[in-house]
């Protein structure tokens, strides 16, 4: 069960949200609130330094190791490439993030934009990367 990629894949944003609204509340020392749970900018972060660290793996690969795994410049190329999604796509949540944040008076906006579409944004890219990128 905890080999399965798809549950990985999705199983780790959902925890990485769980946990990190908990930080927040436990840092600030305050009541719950609904920006504990907007992170879409965390997860997108997250996968970027995923990413980041896979690279560098890959360029670690030496000998028989790189002759184990196909095709490291087409491995390289393809994290490269999601480097760069998630870079405009981060812009994109940060601009988002910029909009409704001091929009209080729209608690149901805040709610589908910042605690629904960034984070999903944000889990996506996660998601992406176990998938698509690494591969499990």
């Given at each position: 069960m905890?080999?399965?990629?798809?549950?990985i894949?999705?199983?780790?944003p959902v925890?990485?949200?769980v946990?990190?609204?908990?930080?927040?509340k436990?840092?600030r020392?305050?009541?719950?609130?609904?920006?504990?749970?907007f992170?879409?900018?965390e997860?997108?972060?997250?996968?970027?330094a995923?990413?980041?660290?896979?690279?560098?793996?890959?360029?670690k690969?030496?000998g028989?190791?790189a002759?184990?795994?196909?095709?490291?410049?087409?491995k390289?190329a393809a994290?490269?490439?999601f480097?760069?999604i998630?870079f405009?796509?981060?812009l994109?949540?940060?601009s988002?993030?910029?909009?409704?944040?001091?929009?209080?008076?729209?608690?149901?906006?805040?709610?589908?934009?910042?605690g629904?579409?960034?984070?999903?944004?944000?889990?996506a890219?996660?998601?992406a990367?176990?998938?698509?990128?690494?591969?499990?």
């Amino acid at each position: 069960m905890l080999t399965n990629p798809y549950l990985i894949a999705l199983g780790i944003p959902v925890v990485l949200i769980v946990s990190g609204a908990l930080a927040k509340k436990l840092v600030r020392g305050s009541t719950w609130q609904r920006a504990d749970f907007f992170l879409g900018v965390e997860l997108a972060l997250a996968a970027m330094a995923s990413a980041l660290v896979h690279v560098f793996d890959l360029a670690k690969l030496t000998g028989s190791q790189a002759s184990t795994v196909a095709s490291i410049p087409q491995k390289v190329a393809a994290t490269a490439s999601f480097l760069a999604i998630c870079f405009f796509l981060l812009l994109w949540i940060l601009s988002t993030h910029q909009d409704w944040e001091r929009r209080t008076q729209n608690p149901q906006g805040q709610l589908i934009w910042l605690g629904l579409l960034v984070n999903l944004v944000g889990a996506a890219l996660l998601a992406a990367f176990v998938l698509f990128v690494k591969g499990v």
